[in-house]
């Protein structure tokens, strides 16, 4: 049979390559001999110690082995490179002090092709394992070169265990993205970044300590992502006028403000680190739903679901909601519920407890990663059929959690009877699809 692919033009197999991560395009170089050379063209460049060393590898001295296996790598496609720019360049490497001259030829590299999304990465993968409370200093420094040759051409940084100049940051006029990680960060770090960075548009902090208190007000930033990081005793006060659509927040449970803005398209808020019942988490987290009740795509934890509705104020019985897409981000089992949720305020049938407006009126999706077959979550899926009017598609994927001798915890048979119970019952939409996957 005729390669049809091979047969084009090599332009335009170029442009294929580009459009290719950079671990598929280095695929295509084993297609044929025509194809040794394009994926040299991509302009998607990836260099991660992931695709070389092995993370279980329980000895040290070959895993450093591995990395030099993948500094060689790197000198090898640097010297092969013709192309002039490149769009995306990624770094990650774990232990960059003993190889502090390559990662500064491999940074240079990127900086002279004047690349636009600059991905610098020398956290260490075990890091996401340990506690919270576990301090990393920055393992490498930005180079000072990099504030001034991309000046006028980055537009996305992301900079993980590495260490930086906060005042520099004015050089990067066009910087719309930035994602800092496991780095030593203060408020008034962030109040400057926020400063000298006009046309951000996007910021994701990601495991930074010493941040006591956040207080975005009036930058550009239409998402704001904030994953475990620490000290923020005092909270996070947001005060934006027009531009928030996206905001993520995940850790403990703090302070949540937003204020002075249009409606949050999507609001993703996990709390899993808490393990405990706490009495003043009640109050703070109805007030926050409070905020934000005109999203329109929200995603929450088990401990929303089982604290909310101890607060003073019955969240559910005010017409405050006003979700098209909820997502669980739970477990519905019974070590995740201390009560089984046929007696939770949330789904109980006695005519005094109404129907929250959201549910009735102007939900459309509910999505359930994780199903376990549980009798609360089949109860809780059961609840939304019986009263989601608006509901028009019920997306269920199936927990790939494995039992003994490697066999899932829901079989076929399972499924199918999980499924009949469901599509048995009344709905109140006439439009509702379910789909388990």
Known sequence: MEDIISSMSKDILVIIVRLLPFKDAAKTSFLS???RSIWLATRNIEFDERHFVKQDEESEEEKENQRMDLVRFTRWWIERYEEPVIHKFRLAFSNPANHADDMQVCIGFAVAHQVKVLDLDFSVPSWNEVSLEDHHEALFDLPLFVYDDLAENLESLNLFSCDFLVEKFKNFRALKNLSLGWVYLTT???????SNCTVLESLSLKRCWELSYLDISGSSLTSLVV?????????IRVDMRTTLRFFKYSGRVISLRIEGFRPVVE????????FQFRADCRQILHDFIFTVCRVRALTICSYMLQVIPTAEKCLWAEPLLDVEHLTLKTALDGYNIDLPLEYHDFVRREPDVGVPPCVATTLKVVEVKGFKGGNNELEALQYFIRHGSALEKMAISVSKEEGPAGVFTLGPRYRQKAMQLLLQLKSASPRLAIVMS
């Open 33 to 35: 001999r025509k194809w």
């Open 267 to 274: 609001a993703v808020l996990d709390f899993g680190l808490e």
């Open 188 to 194: 008034s770090d962030v109040n400057a970044l926020l």
């Open 227 to 235: 994953d475990k990081c620490l000290d923020l005793e005092r909270g």
